[in-house]
């Protein structure tokens, strides 16, 4: 099965601003993907947990496929036990199956 990476970020605050993985831009993405048979893989720059920006989660931010995400085991899991990209890469047997890179558009991903 071909993978796709998502990276999202790792930062819960940027200086003294609250911050995270804006939930949505993961959510839709994830479950399009998963459609057209792609595995997704979730990660993030330090690995382990990644924190949730607590204002996607509230209105019309939080759709039905964040309401989907956060009740599912699996997604939940990965969010949980994020990989690290570099260690990703070089630990998986699957590598050469990798064929996309997708990094979610908050401003922290790189942190």
């Known amino acids: 099965m071909t993978k796709i990476v998502f990276v999202s970020t790792s930062a819960a605050k940027v200086k003294d601003h609250l911050t995270g993985l804006w939930l949505e831009e993961l959510a839709v993405p994830y479950y ?3 459609s057209l048979g792609y ?11 990644i924190p ?7 209105g019309d ?17 990965d969010l949980v036990n994020a990989y690290e ?3 990703y890469f070089k ?4 590598h ?16």
């Open 39 to 49: 595995e997704v893989v979730i990660a993030s720059p330090a690995g382990g947990p």
């Open 91 to 94: 630990e998986s047997i699957f």
């Open 85 to 87: 990209p570099v260690l």
């Open 96 to 111: 050469s199956f990798i064929r996309i890179q997708y990094f979610l558009s908050s401003p922290s991903t790189m942190m």
């Open 61 to 77: 931010f939080f759709n039905d496929d964040c309401k989907k995400f956060m009740v599912s085991e699996a997604p939940n899991e």
């Open 52 to 58: 949730i920006d607590s204002s996607s989660m509230k």
């Open 32 to 34: 399009q993907f998963k």
